[in-house]
Nanobody, 125 residues
Framework: QRQLVESGGGLVQPGGSLRLSCSVS????????IAWFRQAPGKEREGVLC????????YYADSVKGRFTISRDNAKNTVYLQMNNLKPEDTAIYYC??????????????????WGQGTQVTVSA
């Protein structure tokens, strides 16, 4: 059974940074794309960024380009989302997810059957 667990969220001031972690189990991370989504209060869940098994990053939210990056440590079964220059509009619950087609990135919620529980990120002065 594929499991994903996010951590690293918290309260940060505008302009600050956070690094989220996504620890996975039940599958071999080396072969999987992993995506990060977020859901702000009252809004639908949206794709943010995805990394393929070959380390290619695909951005689905234009607002995070130049500020967010994904990296992974396959030996630790962990994917990271580095978020810099955070803005209040980045406030949301952040989720990592593994796709149905294991190697393929997507920004669509429906393409991901496996999700973590989410971690709250709040950007506020």
């Amino acid at each position: 059974q594929r499991q994903l667990v996010e951590s690293g969220g918290g309260l940060v001031q505008p302009g600050g940074s956070l690094r989220l972690s996504c620890s996975v189990s039940g599958f071999t991370l080396d072969y999987y794309a992993i995506a990060w989504f977020r859901q702000a209060p009252g809004k639908e869940r949206e794709g943010v960024l995805c990394e393929s098994p070959t380390d290619t990053n695909t951005y689905y939210a234009d607002s995070v380009k130049g500020r967010f990056t994904i990296s992974r440590d396959n030996a630790k079964n962990t994917v990271y989302l580095q978020m810099n220059n955070l803005k209040p509009e980045d406030t949301a619950i952040y989720y990592c997810a593994a796709p149905q087609t294991y190697f393929r990135c997507s920004g669509y919620v429906a393409d991901f059957p496996s999700w973590g529980q989410g971690t709250q990120v709040t950007v506020s002065a």
